[in-house]
């Protein structure tokens, strides 16, 4: 394997341009941020500013060229106009010097500096910036989506809010600023398994009469909790103990601090990197491009095309190992206690005692109105989903926060990923969505496979609701599948296939459901 000296990272996907040198550590960073006039950020523009800067910031880092044994630079994902600017200074970079070109990954780039600069080794990943936000996790080979956002990023949403004030760009830290000076007010907060949406939010955000400091205070809060509840969620599911903050919106202390509390409950270990690794730099590119060229990845140059909507979970990732995770998914049939990401199920004498356990990361009103509002719902939804048809746990007493039915005996569908067990699976989703009912929270750990009948049996109704619009079925699939990718990746396509065989034998729209996934799958994230 050849030892590489120096190498020239460039980052230019969107707002920051920067490069970077790194050999065994960082050598130099720079950066020259594009800032709007007004309004966010205008493509073309940024490109223009891009290829005006360009020769003076690689020429501020480059002193030796003699050293410069690769040159790596964001491929993707990322503005188009901002990508092929970077892309085509590298490409000349490479051919000048004599030396290999390596594509880069933006979120892969911000994963891997993040584990360098804090030393985690396998870490569930919130990916927080502008245009991404995502929890990202390593198994089998790639870093796999466990969820992310249905339409825009969580810079962009806070962006988007601040322009509205007439905020300058970015927002996100003067909301911060403000949001230390109110107090919670109610705001919607959309989470669907392990994705969550932020347009209405942010609409409710725009639209509210309360004072500046307060809705910025609730939008923060709000927010914010969503991405630590689908990063418990991702945690649970993966067996994974600890935590990565990157993204720029990674700076924001609040967000850390509920993250740090959130691990805390769990036992887990917490990890942000120092501010300079947190937004777009130089530095991810170059570190990432090293580890690549290290094990033999590099790029013809008539191969390295742009790639705008380049998703962290296409990258085969060689240089990384598996790490043995804590078993976290075996179906409890000695346990006596179970948590999962949400609530502590209690067994004892053949029933199941769930209950929804307070999240210190929350404001007390919005964890007290969540517990609130999906122990009823679950409790009515489960009793819905029974009538229709569906393998439902009996219940036999609630409360405000608790929920007493019987213990379902078997195994958790994600350890027996058969074909057979999983079109048991679709065939149970079908005559749940026939019944107008989402999941919401549609994972392999939330259904059954009972040992007496081999049914299989639905459970955690948490995150339910009646809904019979054609793309909250898809959005309860899409979670599932993803789900099925990142736990089952060899085997993923032919899972897909066996439910939504199914799926199709107990629900009529099942052909369309199956299209509105696929076409939410293909959705662009960097918006």
Not at 23 to 35: A, G
Request: net charge neutral; aromatic share 6%; proline share 4%.
């Amino acid at each position: 394997m050849p030892v590489f000296g120096q190498i020239l990272g460039i980052e230019g996907t969107a707002w920051n341009l920067s490069a970077a040198l790194f050999d065994r550590d960082l050598i130099s960073l720079v950066s020259r941020p594009y800032s709007p006039a007004h309004g966010g950020i205008h493509p073309r523009e940024a490109a223009q500013h891009h290829a005006s800067v360009m020769k003076e910031l690689v020429s501020s880092i480059l002193k030796d060229p003699d050293k410069i044994t690769g040159i790596a630079f964001s491929q993707g994902p990322g503005l188009g106009p901002c990508l092929r600017t970077v892309a085509t200074a590298a490409r000349s970079l490479a051919l000048a010097l004599d030396v290999p070109l390596v594509g880069v990954n933006h979120c892969v780039a911000h994963v891997e500096i993040g584990c360098f600069a804090t030393g985690c080794r396998d870490p569930i990943v919130l990916y927080a910036s502008g245009a991404n936000t995502q929890v990202i996790g390593y198994l089998n080979g790639r870093y796999r989506i466990f969820g992310e956002t249905l339409d825009i990023g969580i810079g962009n949403a806070l962006d988007k809010f601040a322009r509205s004030k007439d905020l300058p760009h970015p927002g996100g830290p003067i909301i911060e600023t403000q949001a230390k000076l109110g107090k919670y007010r109610e705001l919607p907060y959309t989470v669907k398994g392990m994705d969550l949406a932020f347009s209405g939010l942010v609409s409710a955000a725009k639209d509210s009469k309360a004072t500046l400091p307060d809705v910025c205070h609730s939008l923060q809060e709000t927010a914010f909790a969503m991405c630590v509840e689908v990063t418990e969620r991702a945690m649970s599911l993966a067996g994974k103990n600890e935590v990565l903050l990157v993204g720029g919106v990674g700076a924001n202390r609040r967000l850390q601090e509920m993250l740090r509390v959130m691990c805390e409950e769990r036992g887990a270990q917490f990890y942000v990197p120092e501010q300079k690794y947190l937004g777009d730099n130089g530095a991810m590119i170059a570190y990432t491009g090293k580890l690549m060229l290290e094990n033999g990845l590099s790029l013809p140059i008539e191969s390295s095309q742009i790639k705008p909507s380049f998703r962290s979970d296409e990258v085969e990732v060689t240089w990384k190992y598996e790490i043995p995770r804590a078993g976290n998914d075996i179906f409890p049939g000695y346990m006596t206690q179970k948590r999962g990401a949400e609530a502590v199920v209690t067994f004892r004498n053949g029933t199941a005692e769930k209950r929804r356990i307070p999240k210190l990361y929350r404001v007390h009103a919005l964890d007290n109105r969540l517990i609130a509002e999906r122990t009823r719902a679950e409790a009515r939804l489960i009793a819905a989903a029974r009538k229709g048809g569906v393998p439902t746990p009996i219940m036999s007493d609630i409360t405000a926060d608790t929920i007493v039915m019987e213990q379902v005996r078997g195994t958790l569908l994600t350890q027996n990923l058969t074909e057979a067990a999983v079109h048991k699976a679709g065939r149970m989703v079908g005559k749940l969505h026939t019944s107008g009912i989402m999941h919401g929270d549609l994972t392999t750990s939330n259904m059954i496979l009972r040992e007496e009948d081999g049914a299989c049996v639905l459970i955690d109704f948490g995150l339910a609701q009646v809904n019979s619009e054609i793309e909250q079925r898809g959005v309860d699939i899409h979670v599932l599948f993803q789900t099925l990718e990142s736990t089952a990746p060899e085997h993923a396509d032919a899972l897909k296939a066996a439910f939504a065989s199914g799926y199709a034998e107990t629900f009529v729209g099942a052909a369309d459901v199956i299209t509105r996934e696929h076409e939410i799958e293909l959705r662009g994230r960097y918006l």
